[in-house]
C-alpha cells in the first residue's frame, strides 16, 4: 500500500480482502468476526479460506479448458494479492485456500516455466457485487465459530 498514514500497513495482506465484511448480498456471510491479535493469523486463514471455497468456481470444460469465476474483490484490489497485480498473481494467492478439486482444475492451466498461471488458457469472469445491504450479526468467537471446509 502506498499510504502515508501512521498506522497503515507496510505490506498489503491479501486475506483483509476477504475478512473485511461490508453488509453487502455479495458477502458470502452476515456474520462480522471479532478479531483478535493473538490469533490474527489463525482468523485470517479460515475466513479466507471459508470466503475462497464459497465464492470462487473453477470448471473444466475439456482438455486446457477452464471457466474460472471470481470474486469482484479479486478485480478490484488485485494489486494486493501478487508483485504484479495480475490474474494469475490473484490465483498463486489463493490457491492453496481452494478445494483439492478446484486446485487440479487449475494445474491445467499452470506454466511450470513461468511459474505463472497462462491467462490465455481459461474464460475468466468476476461476479456481481451487490451492493445492497443486508443485516449483520456479530460473531462472538472467531476462531471457533468458523469451521475449516
Same mark, same amino acid.
Given at each position: 500500500?502506498?499510504?502515508?498514514?501512521?498506522?497503515?500497513?507496510?505490506?498489503?495482506?491479501?486475506?483483509?480482502?476477504?475478512?473485511?465484511?461490508?453488509?453487502?448480498?455479495?458477502?458470502?456471510?452476515? /456474520? $462480522?468476526?471479532?478479531?483478535?491479535?493473538?490469533?490474527?493469523?489463525?482468523? =485470517?486463514? #479460515? +475466513?479466507?479460506?471459508? %470466503?475462497?471455497?464459497?465464492?470462487? /468456481? $473453477?470448471?473444466?470444460?475439456?482438455?486446457?479448458?477452464?471457466?474460472?469465476? =471470481?470474486? #469482484? +474483490?479479486?478485480?478490484? %484490489?488485485?494489486?494486493?494479492?501478487?508483485?504484479?497485480?495480475?490474474?494469475?498473481?490473484?490465483?498463486?494467492?489463493?490457491?492453496?485456500?481452494?478445494?483439492?478439486?478446484?486446485?487440479?482444475?487449475?494445474?491445467?492451466?499452470?506454466?511450470?516455466?513461468?511459474?505463472?498461471?497462462?491467462?490465455?488458457?481459461?474464460?475468466?469472469?468476476?461476479?456481481?457485487?451487490?451492493?445492497?445491504?443486508?443485516?449483520?450479526?456479530?460473531?462472538?468467537?472467531?476462531?471457533?465459530?468458523?469451521?475449516?471446509?
Amino acid at each position: 500500500p502506498k499510504s502515508h498514514y501512521l498506522f497503515s500497513l507496510a505490506r498489503a495482506d491479501f486475506r483483509i480482502n476477504f475478512a473485511l465484511n461490508p453488509g453487502s448480498l455479495s458477502m458470502p456471510t452476515s /456474520s $462480522v468476526p471479532l478479531y483478535k491479535a493473538e490469533t490474527l493469523n489463525e482468523q =485470517l486463514e #479460515r +475466513v479466507t479460506r471459508k %470466503f475462497v471455497r464459497s465464492a470462487v /468456481s $473453477v470448471k473444466e470444460k475439456g482438455s486446457r479448458d477452464v471457466t474460472l469465476v =471470481l470474486p #469482484r +474483490v479479486c478485480q478490484w %484490489f488485485c494489486e494486493d494479492f501478487g508483485p504484479n497485480g495480475s490474474t494469475s498473481d490473484v490465483l498463486v494467492a489463493i490457491e492453496p485456500y481452494m478445494s483439492e478439486e478446484k486446485r487440479r482444475a487449475l494445474q491445467m492451466i499452470w506454466n511450470t516455466k513461468k511459474k505463472s498461471y497462462e491467462i490465455g488458457l481459461f474464460n475468466l469472469k468476476f461476479l456481481h457485487y451487490n451492493f445492497e445491504c443486508r443485516f449483520l450479526t456479530l460473531e462472538g468467537d472467531h476462531s471457533s465459530n468458523i469451521a475449516d471446509d
